[in-house]
Nanobody, 126 residues
Framework: QVQLVESGGGLVQAGGSLRLSCAASGRPFSRSNMAWFRQAPGKEREFVAA?????????RYADSMKGRFTISRDNAKSTAYLQMNNLKPEDTAVYHCAADSRNLRLGVLISDYEYWGQGTQVTVSS
């Protein structure tokens, strides 16, 4: 059993930056792949980024976010992060972190991940 709690969301002007955090507890965080998804008003939840539990592998990003967003993790602190730069109004959404303790590959589907946080709101104004 894994519990995830996101933080770091808020209101930011277009072009600004935010760093989201996801604190994990329960099953060893160091053996779970981690991901971020987002859900904008009136839209389905979409994949943002994912990172493996082992070092050396390349993180995976949605094409529209690569270059602006960076996923990272600190296994000693059981925390994953999403650094978001050059934010745009279309980035406005509830951002959720997710954990996958079953698979080696980095999934991009909601069904690939077992555990989910409640989400943190990110609002970008123009």
């Amino acid at each position: 059993q894994v519990q995830l709690v996101e933080s770091g969301g808020g209101l930011v002007q277009a072009g600004g930056s935010l760093r989201l955090s996801c604190a994990a507890s329960g099953r060893p965080f160091s053996r779970s792949n981690m991901a971020w998804f987002r859900q904008a008003p009136g839209k389905e939840r979409e994949f943002v980024a994912a990172i493996t539990w082992w070092s050396g592998a390349s993180p995976r990003y949605a094409d529209s976010m690569k270059g602006r967003f960076t996923i990272s993790r600190d296994n000693a602190k059981s925390t994953a992060y999403l650094q978001m730069n050059n934010l745009k109004p279309e980035d406005t959404a509830v951002y959720h972190c997710a954990a996958d303790s079953r698979n080696l590959r980095l999934g991009v589907l909601i069904s690939d991940y077992e555990y989910w946080g409640q989400g943190t709101q990110v609002t970008v104004s123009s």
